[in-house]
């Protein structure tokens, strides 16, 4: 819980937030796991998201597929959300939400885990109550590992 990110890991969460914000996405909300890591990693990344709502959800630390589901259900009109949690719940979620349509490097890539510092990209129409089961299009991953 009170472990901080490396310099490596700090280079790498600016550069995701950029490399997102390249990528055409504004989040207007930003649920992020209570861990300072995490906290970090947001900070980080959230000078590349004017506006973005930064909302610290303690069930996001040590939980499963099931218990992330329950948060984003609660959502309301939010457009684009980034969750800034845990490994493995971000890669198992990421799987379990994949369609059919999904890109099929990007599914090979949450397969084996996303490595710190990369992001899954899923779309999804409806309402977020609706959201589960091979309900949204995983496009992308992003990372911001690329860095020296």
């Avoid at 995490?38 to 973005?52: E, I, K, P, R, V």
């Avoid at 089961?133 to 992003?142: D, E, F, G, K, P």
Wanted: aromatic residues 4%; charged residues 20%; hydrophobic residues 40%.
């Amino acid at each position: 819980m009170d472990r901080p990110l490396a310099l490596i890991g700090r280079k790498a969460s600016a550069h995701l937030g950029e490399e997102i914000a390249a990528a055409g996405f504004t989040p207007t909300l930003a649920l992020v796991s209570p861990s300072n890591r995490t906290q970090q990693t947001w900070s980080l990344m959230a000078s590349s998201f004017d506006g973005c709502e930064l909302r610290t959800v303690d069930d996001l630390y040590e939980t499963h597929v099931d218990g992330l589901l329950e948060v984003l259900h609660e959502l309301g009109d939010e457009d684009t959300v980034v969750v800034v949690g845990h490994e493995p719940t971000s890669s198992a979620a990421a799987a379990y939400l994949a369609a059919d349509e999904s890109d099929t490097d990007a599914l090979k890539s949450v397969a084996h885990g996303l490595s710190t510092g990369t992001a899954a990209v899923l779309t999804f129409e409806g309402p977020w109550a609706d959201l589960g089961s091979r309900t949204a299009t995983l496009t992308q991953v992003i990372s911001g590992r690329d860095v020296d």
